[in-house]
């Protein structure tokens, strides 16, 4: 009798959970028995799934996986087979066959119905037991090793596991609560592979201006935020934006923040881009000639910002608020209208390991046949999810790049053994 083929995945979250679950369908639809393990380091799964969506879980976007690829920086061609595999339709209608009913929010977002993260896990674990996978908590795997044609699996708690392919879903090394610690990181580069060097993506920044902490919890829906190089802002995102009590955070900065870096000068535009630069200003002259015995902040104010904000302006550029419009001069507005459309700021990441939703860095995706997501250096040994040097903006990208490669690396996994 033949022997039966083992596939070990390591790690407990989406990416793992949904190449197990799509190694196991592919080795029925084959008829060809493999045991798939799966080695979670954690007493349980899915931590991190279980926080996602501040525990809502925006399980994906709802876009054709054409427009996918736009939302992961300079890596979003990589993912193009994974996404054609298994596009967000494919996510929603997997979901949805396992009695997850979905509801897709009018920004594209998608999220369970019950807006419980908890649903999706347990479907996904659900699937696992359906289908025959081993699924092993508290096992935290320190190496692997090929021998020959198999692979070694050592792990902190004792039994080595032997295995004819590996799946290596680690996730990132920021939340390290969550079980991400960047032990992936040090499983590959031990085997050969090369490590981009992780940093923060999908994270707030503080900025050095304490006096914005006044502003704390005001939000701007649109704005837009720069990188200055060389004296010149760059653009980076444009969408919403918040204040904190030591920086700023929102959408516009979470997608940017996996281009910045600590002490660099960012640029904020409080507004959209059409609003922005000399419109402004244009805007401001008019308001000031036709409310001329109004005062400064009255007028600036009523081009739509919170007098908060407006009184914060006028103080961080020393025009004083309480003069009338009439008697404030052109400069003056110039001076305003540039302190609204490009704001400077030095930034910091603090420690963003621990507020970092997803690490951007990991795995070169130079190493990995995106048709596959099988290492070009080790075969037989494959990467999904967070640990690749992958991340994509807010709104449901990280996980559907979870569910994508993890179901493609499962698929080619079991078609390979
Ligand atoms: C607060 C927060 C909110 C988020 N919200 C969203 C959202 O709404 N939508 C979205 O798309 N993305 C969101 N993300 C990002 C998303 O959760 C991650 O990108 C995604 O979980 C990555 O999946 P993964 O399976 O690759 O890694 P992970 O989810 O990090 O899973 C990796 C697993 O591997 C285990 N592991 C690590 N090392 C070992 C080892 N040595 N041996 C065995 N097991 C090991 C870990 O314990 C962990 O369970 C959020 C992230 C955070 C932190």
Known sequence: MASVSRLAIVGGGPAALMAAYSAAITSQKMHKPIEIIVLER????????????????????????????????????FLHHAFQKLPPQAVMQLFTSWNVPLTIRQDGKVFPRSLKSIDVLNSLLHQCKQHDVVLKPGFQVHSIKKKEEKFIIETHQQPSYESDAVIVATGGLSYPKTGSTGDGYRIAKKIG???????????????????????????????????IQDGKPMLLSEGSLLITHDGLSGPAILNASRYLS????????????????????????????????????????????????????????????????????????????????????????????????????????????????????????????????????????????????????????????
């Not at 976007?61 to 996918?68: A, E, R, T, V, W």
């Not at 502003?215 to 701007?220: H, K």
């Not at 000639?289 to 919170?306: A, D, E, M």
């Open 193 to 227: 592979h090369t490590i981009i060097p992780p940093h923060a993506a999908l994270n707030g920044v503080k900025v050095e201006e304490r006096s914005i902490s006044k502003l704390s919890g005001l939000s701007f829906a649109e704005a837009t935020v720069s990188l």
């Open 42 to 77: 954690n007493r349980s799964f899915g931590k991190k799934l279980l926080c996602s969506g501040s525990g809502q879980c925006n399980l994906t976007y709802d876009c054709l996986s054409d427009q996918l690829v736009e939302h992961y920086g300079d890596h979003g061609t």
């Open 262 to 417: 600590e002490g660099d000068s960012i640029s904020i535009g409080f507004g959209t881009k059409s609003d922005l630069g000399q419109s402004l200003f244009s805007k401001l002259v008019n308001q000031a000639s036709v409310s001329g015995s109004q005062q400064v902040r009255t007028v600036v104010s009523h081009l739509g910002f919170p007098m908060s904000f407006v009184d914060w302006i006028l103080l961080e550029i020393a025009i004083e608020g309480n003069k009338k419009a009439a008697e404030t001069s052109k400069n003056n507005y110039k001076a305003i209208a540039s302190a609204i459309t490009d704001h400077r700021f030095v930034i910091s990441l603090g420690d963003w390991q621990q507020t970092a939703m997803v690490t951007a860095g990991g795995v070169s995706l130079e190493e990995i046949d995106s048709t596959s997501m099988m290492s070009t250096i080790v075969k037989h040994l494959y990467f999904a999810g967070e640990v690749l040097d992958i991340d994509g903006d807010t709104g449901g990208f990280n996980l559907q790049a979870a569910w994508a490669t993890g179901y493609l690396a499962g698929t080619h996994a079991a078609c390979a053994l």
